[in-house]
């Protein structure tokens, strides 16, 4: 079993960076693929970025503002997102792989946190 708890959401304004964190529980975390989803009010909930045995990808709408890492040694993988905008506005989810691969398929997840919302102002 593994416990992800995403943290640093919250209001921004448009045009401001926050930095999304997402601990993970467990002794195999390197060996996880990751990714970052997000859903909207209304709508289904979206791939937004993932690091893994893929590599780093991002949805288009993101690139270039957002960027995914991680810290094997802190269980820990991170999403920075600068030049934000309205259309960010979410619940942003944490989601782990075991298999290792990432990506943006949701159904290759295995665990997926409780989520963090961000709000962005114009």
């Known amino acids: 079993q593994v416990q992800l708890v995403e943290s640093g959401g919250g209001l921004a304004q448009a045009g401001g960076s926050l930095r999304l964190s997402c601990a993970a529980s467990?002794?195999?975390?390197?060996?996880?693929?990751m990714g970052w989803f997000r859903q909207a009010p209304g709508k289904e909930r979206e791939f937004v970025a993932s690091i893994g045995r893929t590599g780093v990808s991002y949805t288009d709408s993101v690139k270039g503002r957002f960027t995914i890492s991680r810290d094997n040694a802190k269980n820990t993988v991170y999403l920075q997102m600068n030049s934000l905008k309205p259309e960010d506005t979410a619940v942003y989810y944490c989601?782990?792989?075991?298999?290792?691969?990432?990506?943006?398929?949701?159904?290759?997840?295995?665990?997926w946190g409780p989520g963090t919302q961000i709000t962005v102002s114009s």
């Open positions: 467990g002794r195999s975390f390197s060996t996880y693929g």
């Open positions: 989601a782990a792989d075991i298999q290792g691969w990432g990506g943006s398929l949701r159904m290759r997840y295995n665990y």
